[in-house]
C-alpha cells in the first residue's frame, strides 16, 4: 500500500529527539539530546522534519576562552573548577586581585573586571589624545594643526 501512516512508537529517533510516550492526539512526548522535553505532533515529525527541541536552530557559537585574553581589565589565567555546572575562569583584574569568574559572564560581556570598578575605558593624557587627533587629521588628508 502506498502512503501509508507512518506509525510513531516510543523509543524512536528524530535526529536529537528521542520518542517518549504518546501526549494526546497525534502528539508525542520527545527528549531532545540537550535535555529539554518537548510535545510534538505527528506532522512535525514525519513531514516536517524537526530533529530537535529547537536548539538545533539558532545555535550560537560562543566565544571560546582561553589563557591570555583580556576582558576589560580581566587577563584569563587559567581555567577553573565547575561550580554549579558552569565553569569558572581564574582571572587577574589590573588591580592585582586574582578571582575567579564564570565564563558566561565573560562571555556575555557582564563582568569586565574583579569588582574593583567598573570599567572604564583607558584615560588618555593631553599629549596621547593630540597625538591621536593629528594621526586621525593625516589619514583623512588634512592639515596639520598647530
Ligand atoms: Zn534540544
Ligand atoms: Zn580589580
Do not use: H
Not at 131 to 145: F, I, M, S, V, Y
Amino acid at each position: 500500500m502506498r502512503n501509508r501512516k507512518r506509525i510513531i512508537n516510543p523509543g524512536d529517533q528524530f535526529g536529537k529527539l528521542t520518542v517518549l510516550e504518546p501526549a494526546g492526539d497525534n502528539s508525542w512526548l520527545c527528549q531532545c539530546e540537550c535535555g529539554k522535553k518537548k510535545e510534538l505532533s505527528f506532522r512535525s515529525l514525519v513531514y516536517q522534519n524537526v530533529r530537535s527541541c529547537g536548539c538545533l536552530r539558532g545555535r550560537k557559537e560562543k566565544l571560546v576562552i582561553e589563557p591570555g585574553m583580556r576582558f576589560g581589565m580581566l587577563t584569563i589565567v587559567e581555567k577553573g573548577e565547575r561550580i554549579n555546572r558552569n565553569l569558572v575562569w581564574i582571572c587577574k583584574c589590573d588591580c592585582g586581585k586574582v578571582k575567579e569568574i564564570y565564563q558566561s559572564n565573560l562571555q556575555n560581556g557582564k563582568t569586565r573586571s574583579c569588582g574593583c570598578s567598573q570599567y572604564i575605558r583607558p584615560v588618555l593624557s593631553e599629549e596621547e589624545k593630540a597625538a591621536k587627533r593629528r594621526k586621525a587629521r593625516r589619514a583623512l588628508g588634512l592639515p596639520e594643526e598647530d
